[in-house]
C-alpha cells in the first residue's frame, strides 16, 4: 500500500495549491510535482510560462513602454530617469552595454 499513500499525498498537495488560487492549474499530480513553481506574493506560478513582476503573475511576453521604446518586463527593466532598457539584474547607474537601448521620451 505504499503506492496508495504516494498517489493520496500527491492528490492532497495539488488540492492545497489549487485551493490558493494557483495560476498553474496541473490536469494530474504527477504533472504539477514534475514542473517547476514558484511564489509571486500568494500565488504559485510555473517559471516556463510566467514571472513575478510587481507583485503579479504576468506571462512571459508581457510589455510595457519606456519612452519611446517597449521592453519585456519578465526579462529587462526600464530605468526611467534615463530612459533605458537594460537586463533584469543590471545596475541601471553602470555605464551602458552593447545590450542596454535609449529609449528617448
Known amino acids: 500500500m505504499p503506492g496508495a499513500a504516494v498517489v493520496l499525498a500527491a492528490f492532497c498537495i495539488s488540492r492545497l495549491f489549487c485551493s490558493h488560487g494557483a495560476p498553474v492549474v ?3 499530480p504527477y504533472l504539477m510535482l514534475c ?3 514558484m511564489r509571486c506574493g500568494d500565488k ?4 516556463l510560462q ?3 513582476y510587481d507583485d503579479a503573475v ?3 511576453t508581457r510589455t510595457q513602454r519606456c519612452g519611446n521604446c517597449t521592453f519585456r518586463v519578465c526579462f529587462e527593466q526600464c530605468c526611467s530617469w ?3 532598457v537594460k537586463l533584469i539584474g543590471q545596475n ?3 555605464a551602458p552595454t552593447l ?5 528617448h521620451s
Open 35 to 37: 514542473q517547476p513553481h
Open 26 to 28: 496541473p490536469t494530474s
Open 44 to 47: 504559485f506560478y510555473n517559471p
Open 58 to 60: 504576468v506571462p512571459l
Open 99 to 103: 545590450d542596454d537601448r535609449l529609449c
Open 50 to 52: 510566467h514571472c513575478c
Open 82 to 84: 534615463t530612459f533605458m
Open 92 to 94: 541601471c547607474n553602470s
